[in-house]
């Protein structure tokens, strides 16, 4: 079944780094577009960030944008978000969605890395 | 771009019929037939339950349904059962490939 499974959370200094991963599994990763969608503990969602097929195609949200970079390695069928200058704001749980085909819709969603910004 | 307005809460007695709205703005639930929705039981990931307006993925009940006019998009669960108790969020893709969640309805099933 298709499965995303997200590692790489955790507890990060203000104005530090982390590398978010997310192993894919049971579809053709290379022939699907891929996001990062966040949610701050008590808050809704927000789409964060979005790689096409080809790993050259890629938008960010205003609010990570020159922050954060997403990209993927379809030969290893994994999705990476590289995080610098976090900030307190970027506290939340780090979804891996694959979208549906055409669609512009979120259809399969992993289970979350909490990613906490704190001093 | 600012985030779609949903009703922070709505309730509604088993069998009964409840109707979520999420209001945007012309650049996105109204320029678009991409308008999504996704039920979230607490601590869980969002689950997908309508896309492009008024489509339902396979396994998601026919009591959920979804429509739209104007700037306006509506999720429709009819029936309620117990575990349609959740957070509901809509969605809209917003055009030069950004995307705009609203801020969440909670759904209580009294």
């Known amino acids: 079944q298709v499965q995303l499974v997200e590692s790489g959370g955790g507890v990060v200094q203000p104005g530090g780094s982390l590398r978010l991963s997310c192993a894919a599994s049971?579809?053709?990763?290379?022939?699907?577009?891929m996001h990062w969608v966040r949610q701050a503990p008590g808050k809704g969602l927000e789409w964060v960030s979005f790689?096409?097929?080809?790993?050259?195609?890629?938008y960010y949200a205003d609010s990570v944008k020159g922050r954060f970079t997403i990209s993927r390695d379809n030969s290893k069928k994994t999705l990476f978000l590289e995080m610098n200058s976090l900030r307190a704001e970027d506290t939340a749980v780090y979804y891996c969605?694959?979208?549906?085909?055409?669609?512009?819709?979120?259809?399969?969603w992993g289970q979350g890395t909490m990613v906490t910004i704190s001093s | 771009q600012s985030a779609l307005t949903q009703p922070r809460s709505v309730s509604g007695s088993p069998g009964q019929s409840v109707t979520i709205s999420c209001t945007g703005t012309s650049s996105d639930v109204g320029g678009y037939n991409y308008v999504s929705w996704y039920q979230q039981h607490p601590g869980k990931a969002p689950k997908l339950m309508i896309y492009?307006?008024?489509k339902r993925p396979s396994g998601v009940p026919d009591r959920f349904s979804g429509s739209k006019s104007g700037n306006t998009a509506s999720l429709t669960i009819s029936g309620l059962q117990a575990e349609d108790e959740a957070d509901y969020y809509c969605c809209s893709y917003g055009g030069s490939y950004t995307w705009v969640f609203g801020g969440g309805t909670k759904l209580t099933v009294l």
């Open positions: 049971g579809f053709t990763f290379s022939s699907y577009v």
């Open positions: 790689v096409g097929y080809d790993v050259n195609t890629k």
């Open positions: 492009d307006v008024s």
């Open positions: 969605v694959k979208e549906l085909s055409g669609a512009y819709t979120f259809e399969i």
